[in-house]
């Protein structure tokens, strides 16, 4: 009984070390797990404090605002204080003055952190999680510095998708948003693989 245990066990184990889509795709998701966040990024911390002598236009931040605020992501508030831009190094400090201050609402704040940008992080809004949707090739897996190594093409889907990155408005000032909630799961993904001792796992991870 013990060697009967002993051999189950042993196939247990090396099933999965297998190439296939359920090892592969068991490997995906645990890294996306971890690095998997669907996320907008805003570029602002909050407060955002804008002028009222500037009007509200169309494109850029003002919509955004206003669509995160007609979600209940964000507030707006009249109040007086000094607005700090690119300029003080040259031309000082303006005096305060009346502004439209956003802040975070509590439903806001269970969405909002700090996500990747071109330059550090910055704020952002994450609105769900990525998920392996389907397999659609994989190479056949080659040995390079002493583990067998694949490269996997994939396409995934959003799971735990916030209500708000439902919104038409929300989705016509985030085009990031529109795209990935309406056409994610048609883009291939391209990642490797690594065989390791607990089985495969993305490259890098």
């Known amino acids: 009984m013990v060697l009967i245990s002993c051999l189950f066990c042993l196939l247990g184990c090396n099933s999965t070390r297998k190439p296939n889509n359920t090892n592969f795709t068991r490997a995906i998701d645990q890294y996306l797990e971890k690095h998997g966040q669907t996320c907008t990024s ?36 009249d109040t007086t204080a000094v607005v700090h831009g690119m300029l003080d190094a040259v031309r000082g400090t303006t005096p305060p ?41 994989w190479s056949e897996p080659v040995t390079a510095d002493g583990r067998s190594r694949s490269e996997l ?21 985030f085009p990031d948003i529109r795209a990935a909630v309406t056409g994610v799961s048609k883009v291939n993904q391209t990642i490797g693989l690594q065989l390791t001792n607990d089985g495969w796992e993305v490259v890098g991870q």
């Open 42 to 77: 805003l570029g602002h911390e909050f407060p955002i404090d804008i002028p009222r002598s500037r009007p509200k236009g169309d494109y850029g931040l003002d919509p955004q605002l206003a669509a995160l605020q007609a979600a209940g992501l964000v507030s707006e508030a």
């Open 97 to 137: 003055q009346p502004i439209r201050r956003y802040q975070l609402t509590t439903e806001g704040q269970t969405y909002f952190r700090e996500v990747p940008a071109a330059f550090g992080k910055t704020g952002g809004f994450c609105y769900g999680q990525k998920s392996v949707d389907s397999v659609v090739n």
């Open 153 to 173: 093409t994939y396409t995934y889907k959003i799971m735990n998708l916030a209500d708000w990155a439902e919104r038409s408005d929300i989705q016509q000032s």
